[in-house]
């Protein structure tokens, strides 16, 4: 009002006075005064609206307070019937322990011995016969309520089956994952509940898939050769190797290192020593050999030494002593002298290296031990003592590299005793001989 009030000042103060502006005046005066009035309507309006919604507003109010009111005397009602029925449930709880008596001890045993039998039937070999008793076992072990007759008749034959299936030997047809990946169908005969075999090699069992597999690695000669006889024999008694721990056994058997893989362990210094020790027993086999022979012709020499022969120690050396007969006694002696020591070195010949290399093995290992420990030092340097397998390939390697410098170094020793022995055994015999043809000649000459 004040706002219109002042535009209307405004305009009379910049409109000029003449006469015909009174009417107009008059006019804006009463369009003024009539918005005003509608104005006040509306006002007046919204102000009966506002007092309506509020009535409205404090009338759900109080609704929704009694309604408040209501819910909370229904739940005190509902929280004392709770407290009611709890102590009911409890009183009859008790009412129902006192009524089953032995009946809630023979309901723990059963849940103890389903879950026993599951546990145990899980890797059994048996499954691939009942797969179905497994979810069985996993129900009655999980039940909350009593179990009926029907299940514990059912528990009961599960027992007998596993007992029955524990003593047989049983021939099927099976799927088998190969060592390629592959899976073929082929019979598998199963004995009791230890093992299975097939095709003459030792199978293992899967119990998530429910399937067999060809191990990669087998047992030892000896086992897979009860394996195959069992596989292709008659009925009646045959021996076979049976693992009782359900393949942990079998499984250990597989992992243990074959002479392949315990040579491969004593690394680069390893086939050192095997080298030496293969080329120090061929010599002396040779030497061994050679010398046998030597001492056969120098023996049958002996006893022919009107024919000598160049083929023999003793023949070359009579030959030079026959050659000097027109020499003097002394000049004889001197070559026959120098005849002997020419023969020496060609019958000692390799003595001293095959003596050489059984010295040389043993300090082999040791190196090989040295290097393995170093290797088991860096290990635990890096990787700690946490995994005792991140250390076992020093310890195999300084382990295996004595034991093949010994191996090595004890042969050797034998053979370089032995071709030593025949070696002086034979320059013995050259010594007596050549002193017997000088003997002779003098008792000739007497």
Not at 212 to 238: C, E, H, I, W, Y
Not at 274 to 284: A, C, H, M, S
Not at 336 to 361: C, M
Not at 414 to 424: E, L, Q, R
């Amino acid at each position: 009002m004040k706002v219109l009030m002042s535009l209307l000042f405004v305009l009379c103060l910049c409109c000029p006075v003449s006469a015909w502006a009174e009417d107009s005046f008059d006019d804006l005066l009463r369009r003024i005064r009539l918005e005003t009035d509608g104005e006040l309507a509306v006002n007046r309006a919204r102000e009966q609206a506002f007092l309506s919604a509020e009535k409205d507003a404090a009338a759900l109010l109080k609704q929704a307070k009694a309604e408040l009111a209501s819910l909370k005397r229904t739940g005190e009602k509902l929280q004392d019937t709770i407290d009611e029925n709890e102590v009911a449930i409890t009183a009859l709880e008790e009412k129902l322990q006192r009524k089953m008596g032995d009946m809630g001890e023979l309901f723990g045993v059963t849940r103890q011995v389903a879950g026993e039998l599951k546990a145990e039937y899980v890797h059994d070999i048996t499954t691939v016969h009942f797969p179905e008793r497994g979810a069985f076992l996993q129900n009655l072990a999980e039940r909350k309520g009593l179990p009926d007759m029907s299940a514990l008749e059912k528990l009961w034959l599960i027992l007998l089956e596993g007992l029955n299936a524990s003593g047989e030997v049983v021939r099927f047809d099976a799927p088998v994952v190969q060592t390629d990946g592959t899976s073929r169908d082929q019979e598998v005969v199963r004995i009791g509940t230890y093992g299975a075999v097939s095709e003459g090699r030792f199978l293992a069992y899967d119990p998530e898939g429910m399937y067999f597999t060809n191990a990669l690695k087998q047992p030892p000669t000896r086992f897979r050769m009860t394996a195959k006889n069992f596989d292709t024999s008659a009925p009646g008694m045959v021996k076979i190797m049976i693992d009782p721990t359900r393949g942990q056994l079998l499984s250990m058997l597989t992992r243990k290192p074959s002479l392949r893989d315990r040579i491969r362990q004593g690394g680069v210094i390893g086939y050192i020593i095997i080298g030496i020790g293969i080329v120090g027993l061929l010599i002396g086999f040779l030497r061994y050999v050679w010398l046998m022979l030597i001492s056969a012709r120098i023996n049958k020499q002996a006893r022919h030494l009107d024919s000598l022969k160049t083929d023999n120690p003793l023949g070359r050396i009579a030959s030079i002593y026959k050659a000097a007969m027109d020499r003097p006694q002394a000049e004889k002696e001197v070559l026959l002298d120098e005849a002997i020591l020419k023969e020496a070195p060609r019958v000692e010949r390799f003595n001293t290296f095959i003596k050489l290399l059984a010295a040389v093995s043993p300090l082999l290992g040791l190196l090989g031990t040295v290097t393995g420990m170093i290797l088991t030092f860096q290990s635990i340097t890096l990787f700690g003592t946490g995994d005792p397998r991140l250390m076992a390939g020093g310890i195999s390697t300084a382990l295996v590299t004595t034991v093949l410098g010994l191996c090595a170094a004890i042969p050797l020793l034998f053979v370089y005793t032995f071709i030593a022995a025949k070696s002086k055994s034979i320059l013995d015999t050259i010594e007596h001989q050549s002193v017997g043809l000088i003997a002779r000649e003098v008792a000739k000459s007497a």
